[in-house]
């Protein structure tokens, strides 16, 4: 289980996604902290899945992926909440 979840709710996001993912990457964490990043596919219609296929690989915590088919921010945030691996999630 993480200590925190940084939730990533994203609609076509395969432009986007790379920086937001890449400044999490270059973040300076405590050695005791254990994080995951979720991001909640939104119905997304571009290449926004292939872009975190391609970030799992070689990914400095875990990413995880999930769909969420209702369009809109609170179907995603609420996806984000019930999929967290821990208590405290940052949308």
């Given at each position: 289980m993480a200590d925190f979840t940084v939730a990533?709710?994203?609609?076509?996001?395969?432009?986007?996604?790379?920086?937001?993912?890449?400044r999490l990457r270059s973040?300076?964490?405590?050695?005791?902290?254990?994080?995951?990043v979720l991001i909640v596919d939104n119905h997304s219609c571009d290449g926004t899945v292939q872009v975190v296929k391609t970030f799992q690989a070689n990914f400095p915590v875990v990413i995880r992926y999930c769909w969420e088919p209702r369009q809109g921010a609170g179907y995603a945030r609420q996806t984000a909440i019930q999929e967290a691996q821990s208590d405290y999630v940052g949308c």
């Amino acid at each position: 289980m993480a200590d925190f979840t940084v939730a990533i709710p994203t609609y076509n996001g395969e432009y986007r996604l790379p920086d937001v993912l890449e400044r999490l990457r270059s973040q300076l964490n405590p050695s005791n902290l254990q994080w995951e990043v979720l991001i909640v596919d939104n119905h997304s219609c571009d290449g926004t899945v292939q872009v975190v296929k391609t970030f799992q690989a070689n990914f400095p915590v875990v990413i995880r992926y999930c769909w969420e088919p209702r369009q809109g921010a609170g179907y995603a945030r609420q996806t984000a909440i019930q999929e967290a691996q821990s208590d405290y999630v940052g949308c």
